[in-house]
């Protein structure tokens, strides 16, 4: 995947909404969609996957959105809280048994208490 | 159980040294890898193992080795470290299970390439 810059767009919401982070991908031939939460210092932390034959699966607090027409992908976190500030990346799985992850530039959350 | 613990933490290296990042797990995992992580990008795999004695390249392997001669460590070796190296590198493990998409991250090793 092609960096998309430096800047990271970001998303700021207030405590106790909704929140949703979008996500472009490339590939048509990614059988699992992934979602990753990065708080700072850290190591990504899985949240969610959804596979390609799916439009929607919901976990708790979060729900992803799949589009495969638009090739495109969301993240919906309802009831925001402060502990959602990180960044999320949106990665698919490409190759032989979905081996190799690709993942986007990433999105900054942040939660205004 | 400490999951994946990646060593050292910090690093800084002159020009056209060379050094190795540990990776090691204990989840018993067969599948890793490494990534890195430059400012304002997501990750980019550098190279994976699906168990041991088997490795391959990913997105971004010029200038590392890796190998696989255990089931709990994966090293990442930079042979002649670059400027263009400076980042910070991940590990990441995962199952064979149904939940085999959930890659635990280790906390990351921050390497400085002067």
């Known amino acids: 995947g092609e960096s998309v810059g430096l800047h990271l767009p970001t998303l700021s919401v207030q405590e106790g909404d909704n929140s949703i982070i979008n996500c472009a991908y490339s590939?048509?031939?990614?059988?699992?969609f992934i979602w990753y939460k990065q708080e700072s210092g850290k190591g990504p932390q899985f949240i969610i996957d959804?596979?390609?034959?799916?439009d929607k699966r919901q976990g708790q607090r979060v729900t992803v959105l799949l589009n495969k027409t638009v090739k495109h992908l969301s993240l919906q976190i309802a009831a925001t809280q402060p502990g959602d500030s990180a960044v999320y990346f949106c990665a698919e799985t490409i190759g032989e048994y979905g081996n190799k992850l690709v993942f986007g530039a990433g999105t900054i959350l942040r939660v205004k208490s | 159980n400490a999951g994946v613990t990646q060593t050292p933490k910090f690093q800084v290296l002159k020009t056209g040294q060379s050094m190795t990042l540990q990776c090691a797990q204990d989840m018993n995992h067969e599948y890793m890898s490494w990534y890195r992580q430059d400012p304002g990008m997501g990750l980019r795999l550098i190279h994976y193992?699906?168990?041991?004695?088997?490795?391959d390249q990913g997105e971004v392997p010029n200038g590392y080795n890796v190998s696989r001669s255990t089931t709990e460590d994966f090293p990442l070796r930079l042979l002649s470290a670059a400027p263009s190296q400076t980042s910070v590198y991940f590990c990441?493990?995962?199952?064979?299970?149904?939940?085999?998409?959930?890659?635990?991250f280790g906390a990351g090793t921050r390497l400085s390439v002067l």
């Open positions: 959804i596979r390609s034959n799916m």
């Open positions: 990441a493990t995962r199952g064979r299970t149904l939940a085999k998409n959930i890659q635990y």
């Open positions: 193992s699906v168990g041991a004695g088997i490795t």
């Open positions: 590939n048509s031939a990614s059988d699992y």
